[in-house]
Structure formats: C-alpha cells, structure tokens
C-alpha cells in the first residue's frame, strides 16, 4: 500500500521558513517524479515544485528564488524549504508521486503565513 505522508508546515510570520517533508513508502522512490503541490479555497490546485527522479527541478514562477525542492533517495523523502515566505503562500500543501501511469497523493499539511 502507498503512503505519502506531510509534515513540517504550520503557522509562520511572512518572511519566515518553513521546511516540509514528505514520507513515501510502498512505492520505487527513485523511479517517481516527485512534487509539491497547493491548494487554497475557491483555486484550482497549483504545481508549486517538482523534481524528476534525475534531479530536475522546476518551480512556478511565484516561488523562484524563495522555495528549494530536494530528495533523499535513500530516505524515500522528498523536500520543500520554503523561505521569504508570504501571505499569498498559505495553502495546504500536498505531495504528489508520480511514475506514469502511477501517480500517488499525500493528505496535505496546511502552511499559513501571517502578516
């Protein structure tokens, strides 16, 4: 059985960091592109970072410079640090697994920056 499982957000000042982890088990690891995935009220949920299992990265362009996406193969863990954080970055944040036609989804954990 896959399990992605969040952790690492919270409630943060804007211009703090957050680090958000996500756990995978049940599944190749290295073989999934991984990524990180947003999701406000009333939005369509948004691709904030991914990484491919080569360690290829790409973000959304509101996060360039501010947000790091990284793995640890060994650790079946994938990495969101998330700096100069902003009130538009609060959300529930979701891990995303995906080896097509496979793709997995955490349960989110929610981040909220505060002004």
């Known amino acids: 059985q896959v399990h992605l499982v969040e952790s690492g957000g919270g409630l943060v000042q804007s211009g703090g960091s957050l680090r958000l982890s996500c756990a995978a088990s049940?599944?190749?690891?290295?073989?999934?592109?991984m990524g990180w995935y947003r999701q406000t009220p009333g939005k369509q949920r948004e691709l904030v970072a991914a990484i491919t299992n080569g360690g290829d990265t790409n973000y959304v362009d509101s996060v360039k410079g501010r947000f790091t996406i990284s793995r640890d193969n060994a650790k079946n863990t994938v990495y969101l640090q998330m700096n100069s954080l902003k009130p538009e970055d609060t959300a529930v944040y979701l891990c995303n697994a995906d080896y097509w036609p496979h793709t997995h989804w955490g349960q989110g954990t929610r981040v909220t920056v505060s002004s």
């Open positions: 049940g599944i190749a690891f290295s073989r999934f592109k």
